[in-house]
């Protein structure tokens, strides 16, 4: 398993870790670039099954001296298959003759190097994304194949009475969150005489201008940071909708721990998050981006609608539940590595 960094608020990286833990009979080893200096999280494997290698460095030389300390350790690991969540490194490991596995966890604009030096065996975790692939390298991914997340059997028991006026947004504190619009229809909210609440899970270097913002709009008793969360579920409880506003998106893992939860996600209209959507949901959803108006109508529809949302939470969970299995997972991936190392891709 390899991608650029493990940082423990990124959905990526708790995606690899729940697709290695399922990967239940077979061994993996777990590589990473150097660390940026943000949080990482790799409590779930062994100091002797991960090594940091500099395949980022702007250094042409540096990146093959690592490309072939890399191609040492993994033999030494005796690792058949990388599987890659990162676009650039795959396509230097593919290039290095290493067997690689490249999943799109994000559409990207086109870029000439990637669509001619692309591995030739890709995956993507939603339909959008793979579409994105395909426009932008001319080939198929293999297979599309969710991240995921452990769902109950049923949604749990809503007690609306204690979260009619609460909403979260569980996201890394970045720009490209989109929480400063999301504040903003709150300060519109207010305007009109409307007091909800709002729990802004996540950590990142925004908070400083988000916090800002929320003094400055007068929303100090409806905003709440709360910082990093390990147990992201126990917040979700506390909440009678998830909200996930990002001007880009892959597909959002705390989407899936929302619709776990029994609760439904509003979201902006991006790649990744539009294939999240359940068909046949009743409530406004699919907000484009930047449009402050309409997502506060959005919210007031939502905040005034409460058991009408619990029913579209249980529309999320029936949507999103047998897609998002770990295990069954991890045996679609499997299913893919053989094929690549059979010559099959």
Known sequence: MMNDHFYRSSGAAMAIRRIAQALTDMDYCVAGCMNDGRLEDLSWVSDQRFERFDLKSPNPVRVARELRRFKRWLKLQGCDLVHCHHRRISVLLHLAGVPVLYTGQLAFKYAVWFRWLHPPGMTAITPSVA????????????????????????????????????????????????????????????????????????????????????????????????????????????????????????????????????????????????????PNRKLPNGIEYGKVQELADALKEWFERPDDVIQEGERFFAFLKNSSDPYEIAGEYKAVYQRILAGHA
């Open 131 to 278: 579409s994105n692939i395909l426009e932008t390298t001319g080939r198929k991914v293999l297979a599309c194949i969710s991240n995921p997340a452990q769902f109950p059997k049923h949604p749990p028991q809503i007690d609306v009475s204690e979260v009619r006026h609460r909403a979260v947004c569980v996201a890394r504190l970045e720009p490209v969150k989109g929480h400063t619009f999301l504040l903003a229809a709150w300060k519109l909210l207010l305007d009109r005489g409307l007091r909800y609440e709002l729990l802004l899970v996540g950590e990142g270097s925004a908070r400083p201008q988000l916090e800002e913002q929320v003094r400055r709009d007068g929303l100090q008793e409806l905003v709440q940071f709360s910082g990093f969360q390990t147990d992201v579920l126990s917040v979700m409880s506390k909440a009678l909708f998830a909200i996930l506003v990002s001007k880009l998106e892959g597909q959002g893992i705390v989407t899936l721990e929302a619709a776990a939860m029994g609760r439904a996600s509003l979201l902006t209209a991006v790649h990744g998050s539009i294939d999240l959507l359940p």
